[in-house]
């Protein structure tokens, strides 16, 4: 496994072993991140380990306009009981983020040090939030890295049931919008599959990629 050195290189994901692990160590920089993103490539992991860095085959992904509402979320839409903002708490989304309890989650990968890289990379432009919220108090929300054509997803949290869902639906809606091609969900869940996300090839998503120009 290729180990992370001081220049920013990482090697083809092609290389990826069979659990998609493609590289071991580096830093999260700004511009190590970015690099990583633009090339398919994500860090996981926990507490106590090295930077991990992954691509995953196949790749869990949504196209917004596959994009699937259940009658009883639209239901909850329409109530308007919710503002919803786009990058106006950053920092309390991830936060929230790291600490919500998750049903068979001890821990989080959301460590420490992953938190103050994205708050970096909030501020350099390429992290964005959407938060929602109720009577002023902030119930829910996610987080990703925005490459211009390919938002590539990374937590979501509720205080309220629903409220992440609310925040995925305002964001498709945006990125619809604004042409985006697809959203990055990484990995395959029973929950990301509801809402119309499916797997393709690491071959045919690194093809979006190629399209982006941050």
């Known amino acids: 496994m290729y180990v992370v050195t001081a220049s ?6 092609s290389t990826a072993n069979k659990y998609g692990m493609v590289a071991i160590g580096g830093d999260l920089s700004v511009e190590r991140l970015l690099l990583a993103y633009k090339s ?35 239901q ?3 109530k308007e009981l919710y503002t919803v903002t786009y990058n106006q708490a950053f920092e309390k989304v991830i936060s929230q983020c790291k600490t919500i309890q998750r049903t068979g989650q ?3 990968w959301i460590t420490d040090e992953m938190r103050t890289a994205y708050i970096n990379f909030h501020k350099a432009g390429f992290a964005k939030s959407v ?8 119930v829910g929300g996610l987080y990703g890295v925005d490459l211009g054509t390919v938002f590539c997803g990374e937590s979501m949290f509720s ?6 869902k609310i925040a995925l639906v ?25 809402f119309g996300a499916r797997e393709i090839s690491r071959k045919e998503f690194m093809t979006y990629l190629k399209s982006i120009k941050v």
Do not use: H
Request: with cysteine.
């Open 170 to 194: 305002y964001l498709v809606d945006k990125l619809k919008k604004e042409n985006y091609r697809l959203i990055d969900c990484q990995m395959y869940t029973d929950y990301l599959a509801s």
């Open 76 to 78: 909850l839409l329409n």
């Open 106 to 108: 001890d821990s989080t």
């Open 159 to 164: 205080k309220e049931s629903n409220a992440s």
């Open 131 to 138: 938060e929602v919220w109720k009577n002023n108090e902030l």
């Open 8 to 13: 920013l290189y990482f090697p083809p994901v």
């Open 40 to 74: 398919g490539i994500f860090p996981w992991f926990s507490d106590n380990e090295p930077i991990i860095w992954y691509s995953l085959n196949p790749r869990m992904v949504l196209f917004p306009n596959e994009f699937k509402i259940s009658k009883s979320l639209k």
